[in-house]
T-cell receptor, first 116, second 112 residues
C-alpha cells in the first residue's frame, strides 16, 4: 500500500520567514495530494491540494509543488505569522476510478512554530 | 452551511466495553470516511461508506464496524475496547466523485 514520509517533524521560524515542509510517497498510482492544518483540539482543516496533472498551485501565502518523477511534494508558506503555528499533515490518495480511491494516507505531521 | 459534525466530543470507557460514535456529513455530501488518530501521529484510515455500504477498509480488526443511514449520516462502532483504542476518531465527508475530504472536529475516546 501507499506510504507517505514527511519531514521535518518540527520546524521553528521567525515571523515573516518562509517555511517549507516536504513529503514523499511510494505509490506512483497516487494522484491527489492534500495538505491539512490541525490546531490543538480540532480536526484537520484542508488548506490546499494539488492533483498530478498540475506541477504547482498557489493560494495567497501558501503554495504546493509536485514532482511526479521523484514522487515528492512540498508545502511552502511565505510571510509566516504566529497564527500559522499548528501541526501540518500531507496526504496522498488515488483519484476517482482507482481501487483505493478515497483512502487518504497521511504523513506523520510537522509541528510548525512561528515566533513573533 | 453546516460543516461536518461529530458527537460526542469526549468519551471515557473501560476495557471490554462497546462504543458508538456519530457523524453528520457536510450538506450535499454522500460519502463518509472514518479515521483514527493516535496522539502525535497522522490519521489512519478505518473505512469509508457510500450508499449505506462499506466501500473499502483499512487495516483495522472486525471489532471496528460502521453504518451509514439514508440521510448519509454515519456511525462507528467499536466492540471489546482495548487500551490501544484510545485516540481521536475523525469523520470526513466528501462526494464520491470528488477527491476532497472535509474533516469534523473529532471524538476523543479514552479507554481506561
Amino acid at each position: 500500500g501507499e506510504n507517505v514520509e514527511q519531514h521535518p517533524s518540527t520546524l521553528s521560524v521567525q515571523e515573516g520567514d518562509s517555511a517549507v515542509i516536504k513529503c514523499t510517497y511510494s505509490d506512483s498510482a497516487s494522484n491527489y495530494f492534500p495538505w491539512y492544518k490541525q490546531e490543538l483540539g480540532k480536526g484537520p482543516q484542508l488548506i490546499i491540494d494539488i492533483r498530478s496533472n498540475v506541477g504547482e498551485k498557489k493560494d495567497q501565502r501558501i503554495a504546493v509543488t509536485l514532482n511526479k518523477t521523484a514522487k515528492h511534494f512540498s508545502l511552502h508558506i511565505t510571510e509566516t505569522q504566529p497564527e500559522d503555528s499548528a501541526v501540518y499533515f500531507c496526504a496522498a490518495s488515488m483519484g476517482a476510478g482507482g481501487t483505493s480511491y478515497g483512502k487518504l494516507t497521511f504523513g506523520q505531521g510537522t509541528i510548525l512554530t512561528v515566533h513573533p | 452551511d453546516a460543516g461536518v459534525t461529530q458527537s460526542p466530543t469526549h468519551l471515557i470507557k473501560t476495557r471490554g466495553q462497546q462504543v458508538t460514535l456519530r457523524c453528520s456529513p457536510k450538506s450535499g455530501h454522500d460519502t463518509v470516511s472514518w479515521y483514527q488518530q493516535a496522539l502525535g501521529q497522522g490519521p489512519q484510515f478505518i473505512f469509508q461508506y457510500y450508499e449505506e455500504e462499506e466501500r473499502q477498509r483499512g487495516n483495522f480488526p472486525d471489532r471496528f464496524s460502521g453504518h451509514q443511514f439514508p440521510n448519509y449520516s454515519s456511525e462507528l462502532n467499536v466492540n471489546a475496547l482495548l487500551l490501544g483504542d484510545s485516540a481521536l476518531y475523525l469523520c470526513a465527508s466528501s462526494l464520491l466523485a470528488r477527491d476532497t475530504q472535509y474533516f469534523g472536529p473529532g471524538t476523543r475516546l479514552t479507554v481506561l
